[in-house]
């Protein structure tokens, strides 16, 4: 079985529709996919439908932005009701959050001689609810002043970059919460990947395991190299996480992120699906 549980389509800041993702999830030769859209669910309904054409099996997921001490942290959520009110008024801040902050961000773009319009940006939106950092950056590539997505983050928008504006994220153990009430397992994304093994250290981490029941972690991942993965792997085994392996793929809006580039252990699974059906009976 190859299991892959963590996609992204053109519902948030990859290329494919979900209908694509989901073929092409096929034609690499995966038997389960996730999708996990950046807070919305709204990929899921149409990715279903693909799924069930093909014979794949579909995970309901969505990574949500979360904060702590001031950095950004992505927790992907498995199971979990799209249709739950406390976490979606909580997805709904975040997207206005994100959009809000777009005139800001051009503002500074602008100063910095890199300008685009909001038109341009709309461009490259898709069918996503929301407007983030990456599709600004696919505006400033298609207008030549940057040649990829990575050049505009590493010049202009990445955290603590010249054209960076912060916006509005809830602390990760909030998040867990809501996760859990919506019946849904909750995973770190990419724990230790860009520098972020300075603020979610490992004893935090295993605080978020034993304080506020985090159900695992992402160990294979693009952003880790085998150093962290192991590390990572030995801090899964000693507090109880399920460890998970996936591809961030974001179609082409991301290098090396093929799907199934990484793949999630058929047991590892297993354990996670068992904790969704446990979340799931507590709400
Ligand atoms: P936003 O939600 O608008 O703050 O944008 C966050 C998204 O930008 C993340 O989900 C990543 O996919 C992407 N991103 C963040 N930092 C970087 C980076 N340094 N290089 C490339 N992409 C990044
Ligand atoms: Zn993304
Ligand atoms: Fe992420
Ligand atoms: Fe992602």
Same mark, same amino acid.
């Given at each position: 079985?190859?299991?892959?549980?963590?996609?992204?389509?053109?519902?948030?800041?990859?290329?494919?529709?979900?209908?694509?993702?989901?073929?092409?999830?096929?034609?690499?030769?995966?038997?389960?996919?996730?999708?996990?859209?950046?807070?919305?669910?709204?990929?899921?309904?149409?990715?279903?439908?693909?799924?069930?054409?093909?014979?794949?099996?579909?995970?309901?997921?969505?990574?949500?932005?979360?904060?702590?001490?001031?950095?950004?942290?992505?927790?992907?959520?498995?199971?979990?009701?799209?249709?739950?009110?406390?976490?979606?008024?909580?997805?709904?801040?975040?997207?206005?959050?994100?959009?809000? !902050?777009?005139?800001?961000?051009?503002?500074?773009?602008?100063?910095?001689?890199?300008?685009?319009?909001?038109?341009?940006?709309?461009?490259?939106?898709?069918?996503?609810?929301?407007?983030?950092?990456?599709?600004?950056?696919?505006?400033?590539?298609?207008?030549?002043?940057? !040649?990829? %997505?990575?050049?505009?983050?590493?010049?202009?928008?990445?955290?603590?970059?010249?054209?960076?504006?912060?916006?509005?994220?809830?602390?990760?153990?909030?998040?867990?919460?809501?996760?859990?009430?919506?019946?849904?397992?909750?995973?770190?994304?990419?724990?230790?990947? %860009?520098? !972020?093994?300075?603020?979610?250290?490992?004893?935090?981490?295993?605080?978020?395991?034993?304080?506020?029941?985090?159900?695992?972690?992402?160990?294979?991942?693009?952003?880790?190299?085998?150093?962290?993965?192991?590390?990572?792997?030995?801090?899964?085994?000693?507090?109880?996480?399920?460890?998970?392996?996936?591809?961030?793929?974001?179609?082409?809006?991301?290098?090396?992120?093929?799907?199934?580039?990484?793949?999630?252990?058929?047991?590892?699974?297993?354990?996670?699906?068992?904790?969704?059906?446990?979340?799931?009976? %507590? !709400?």
């Amino acid at each position: 079985m190859r299991i892959d549980l963590h996609t992204h389509s053109n519902t948030s800041d990859g290329t494919q529709t979900p209908t694509e993702l989901v073929a092409a999830a096929k034609a690499a030769g995966l038997d389960v996919v996730a999708l996990t859209d950046h807070d919305t669910f709204d990929g899921l309904p149409e990715a279903q439908r693909a799924a069930d054409e093909v014979g794949l099996h579909l995970v309901r997921g969505m990574e949500m932005s979360c904060r702590h001490d001031g950095h950004s942290v992505h927790l992907l959520a498995y199971g979990a009701d799209p249709h739950d009110a406390a976490l979606g008024a909580e997805l709904d801040q975040i997207r206005e959050g994100r959009t809000g !902050r777009l005139g800001p961000v051009l503002e500074k773009l602008k100063e910095l001689g890199v300008g685009v319009t909001e038109e341009q940006v709309r461009a490259q939106v898709g069918d996503s609810p929301s407007v983030g950092r990456p599709h600004i950056a696919d505006a400033m590539v298609a207008a030549g002043h940057v !040649r990829d %997505r990575t050049e505009a983050f590493n010049r202009f928008l990445a955290d603590g970059g010249p054209a960076h504006v912060p916006r509005y994220a809830a602390a990760v153990e909030q998040a867990i919460d809501l996760v859990h009430g919506a019946g849904g397992a909750a995973v770190l994304a990419h724990p230790w990947g %860009r520098g !972020r093994q300075a603020q979610l250290t490992a004893d935090f981490i295993a605080r978020l395991a034993h304080e506020h029941g985090l159900d695992g972690i992402e160990v294979d991942h693009q952003d880790h190299d085998q150093h962290a993965r192991q590390l990572l792997r030995i801090l899964a085994g000693d507090n109880g996480l399920v460890m998970t392996g996936s591809s961030d793929h974001h179609g082409l809006g991301k290098v090396d992120h093929e799907l199934g580039c990484n793949t999630t252990a058929e047991d590892q699974f297993s354990e996670l699906m068992s904790r969704v059906e446990v979340h799931a009976a %507590r !709400r």
